[in-house]
């Protein structure tokens, strides 16, 4: 008999932290083409907004060649706990970011950030040590290659820490698509082109559907 348990996201157990994506490491990434990864990013960022999950933000010695906090992510959170650290590269080693965290009450947390064998892994390896469940979102998370991509993976997911990327994670926090079609598909819309097209073809059926829904309803009461 499986001892599995299947540990999957709640929503109303979970915070994002959003770990130096900074326009400065922006440029060491090279796993993911530069547009494919800002989407990424952004996507990640669109998703928490959508489930309205406490975010925190960190940027790392920003003063210097790492650069600001992505403009975009600054205006999506603008009252979010944001945690600029004056040198520690593990963001966990810096105290303020670490009772931000704590600060959300929530047991799950979902990580991102550049690069991700460094601010990446030493955060959420750090995390799991505290007691938290962390899930890493791989591609929102950024590196100089793939043999240092798959070291970090390898080394974070050794330590207990669930691998997902951003659309995972939107359906997983969501559950069901009942909850809310137009709200899911319209975020998923933004992000993904073909996902565009389904939902434009769902609308068009549902407004075909109306259409002969009314017919059928003029037909019978003449």
């Known amino acids: 008999m499986s001892t599995f348990k299947y540990n999957r996201l709640d929503k109303n157990n979970a915070a994002v932290l959003l770990v130096?994506?900074?326009?400065?490491?922006?440029?060491l990434v090279k796993d993911f083409s530069a547009s494919?990864?800002?989407?990424?990013?952004?996507?990640?960022?669109?998703?928490?907004?959508?489930?309205?999950?406490?975010?925190?933000?960190?940027?790392?010695?920003?003063?210097g060649p790492n650069g600001p906090l992505l403009p975009e992510i600054k205006e999506m959170f603008p009252d979010a706990p944001y945690i600029a650290r004056p040198g520690q590269i593990n963001a966990w080693d810096n105290e303020a970011f670490?009772?931000?965290?704590?600060?959300?009450?929530?047991?799950?947390?979902?990580?991102?950030?550049?690069?991700?064998?460094?601010?990446?892994?030493?955060?959420?390896?750090?995390?799991?040590?505290?007691?938290?469940?962390?899930?890493?979102?791989?591609?929102?998370?950024?590196?100089?290659?793939?043999?240092?991509r798959h070291a970090a993976w390898s080394r974070m997911s050794s330590a207990g820490v669930q691998l997902v990327n951003w659309f995972s994670v939107a359906c997983e926090l969501h559950r069901d698509w009942r909850n809310d079609i137009e709200g899911l598909g319209t975020l998923l819309a933004g992000y993904l082109p073909d996902y565009k097209n389904l939902m434009t073809s769902y609308a068009v059926a549902k407004a075909d559907a109306s259409v002969g829904s009314e017919k059928s309803m003029a037909m019978t009461s003449g």
């Open 98 to 148: 670490v009772k931000a965290v704590a600060a959300t009450g929530k047991k799950q947390l979902i990580i991102a950030g550049i690069v991700t064998d460094v601010c990446v892994a030493f955060c959420a390896l750090s995390a799991v040590e505290a007691g938290y469940d962390v899930f890493v979102v791989t591609d929102a998370s950024g590196t100089f290659d793939e043999v240092c």
């Open 20 to 27: 130096d994506h900074q326009t400065g490491l922006f440029s």
């Open 36 to 63: 494919d990864f800002k989407n990424n990013v952004l996507a990640l960022a669109g998703t928490a907004k959508f489930f309205n999950l406490p975010t925190v933000l960190a940027t790392s010695f920003e003063q």
